[in-house]
T-cell receptor, first 112, second 112 residues
């Protein structure tokens, strides 16, 4: 399967702590994207990192990409209760052409 | 808000029936992709439409079909519903061959 795999499957932290989740994939990609989903609703695009990039920042989010290891990580710093959600990585494989393949997601609970 | 709308929000059908789900894309977007998300899993790519033609398909049987209209809105049709078709159906719009897809809020389909 080309599906990305995420770990951990679930994460529980206190408000103010950092949350880190990881994504691994199997074949060459054009880019990797992270999405957030609240309570089974629509997906919100967080950040996109291209295959020739190694790190990107957006506000409290930091994403890294290691194409040699075929893995990415998403770090949320200074977490808030509002960050409670499921987070998914999605890969745009080179053979696919903008058809996203999602991982199983990491469910993050931020306790106040 | 992404500007992508979906209708209906919720739908209950019985096994063997047919269903049509609708999606209006964000202004300026000419490509629509459909995804199926089973409970507790990541979304799976169903198919993509561009210029009213199917432009790629995931591992879904032919009873899943779609349409795209000249205004770029789209429909997903599922015939002969099965219990396993119960899921959240997400559509996403984008400009052709650009990286970021913008998701609608989804339609929750329950098959009894």
């Amino acid at each position: 399967s080309q599906q990305g795999e995420e770990d951990p499957q679930a994460l529980s932290i206190q408000e103010g702590e950092n949350a880190t989740m990881n994504c691994s994939y199997k074949t060459s990609i054009n880019n990797l994207q992270w999405y957030r989903q609240n309570s089974g609703r629509g997906l919100v695009h967080l950040i996109l990192i291209r295959s020739n990039e190694r790190e990107k920042h957006s506000g409290r989010l930091r994403v890294t990409l290691d194409t040699s290891k075929k893995s990415s990580s998403l770090l949320i710093t200074a977490s808030r209760a509002a960050d409670t959600a499921s987070y998914f990585c999605a890969t745009d494989f080179k053979a696919a052409g903008n058809k996203l393949t999602f991982g199983g997601g990491t469910r993050v609970l931020v306790k106040p | 808000e992404t500007g992508v709308t979906q209708s209906p929000t919720h739908l209950i059908k019985t096994r063997g029936q047919q269903v049509t789900l609708r999606c209006s894309s964000q202004s300026g977007h000419n490509t629509v992709s459909w995804y199926q998300q089973a409970l507790g899993q990541g979304p799976q790519f169903i198919f993509q439409y561009y210029r009213e033609e199917e432009n790629g398909r995931g591992n879904f049987p032919p009873r899943f079909s779609g349409l795209q209209f000249p205004n770029y809105s789209s429909e997903l049709n599922v015939n002969a519903l099965e219990l396993d078709d119960s899921a959240l159906y997400l559509c996403a719009s984008s400009r052709y061959n650009t990286d970021t897809q913008y998701f609608g809020p989804g339609t929750r389909l329950t098959v009894l």
